[in-house]
């Protein structure tokens, strides 16, 4: 197809093409940049509160360095226990998700999971597990291997589920630690 446009209006149509190209990348990236921003500020956030942490936790067991004598052994020991444990607490306690899976990662064949409800106050969190059994043997052996997990601090279990033979329905509450 001609084009029947002069030579100076198609340079200047071209140009306004160019810049009207240039503009819209611009914008483009300029909100990926700000979205990414958005998106990456709650890990620094976080990141940098632990950071600041860590760093008052070192700063006062330096501290308790120059108070202590250096001369025992057994001093420095239990100052680097002190140290480990010190720089262990900054880590959080485990997430619910991780209890989720710990959770789910114990049931068996015969188990069900119908329902999982988590509860946070004061005290800690509390997990509710709800679902079918196939037996009573398969729910106790599900519920021992919920008290053989060391994130949880107890394992309920009314005796009323244990009522029937098969097809339990049961509901199990664990105390997280």
Known sequence: MFNLLPQQDRRELLNDYRLRFAVAAMLLFGSLGIIALVAL???????????????????????????????????????????????GAVSPTLYTYELVEEVIHSKTEEIKITGIQV????????????????????????????????????????????????????????KAK
């Open 41 to 87: 500020a709650p890990s620094f956030l976080v990141s940098y509160q632990k950071e600041v942490l860590t760093q008052k936790n070192v700063l006062s067991l330096q501290a308790d360095i120059d108070a202590r004598s250096k001369d025992h052994f057994s001093d420095i020991l239990a100052f680097t226990a002190q140290e480990v444990k010190a720089l």
């Open 119 to 174: 509860t946070a106050d004061k005290g800690g969190r509390d997990i509710t597990v709800t679902g079918q059994a196939r037996d009573r043997d398969a729910l106790l052996s599900f519920v021992r291997i919920l008290e053989q997990q060391k994130v949880f601090a107890g394992v309920t279990v009314p005796v009323s589920n244990f009522a029937a033979a098969a097809d339990i329905n049961f509901s199990v509450l664990i």
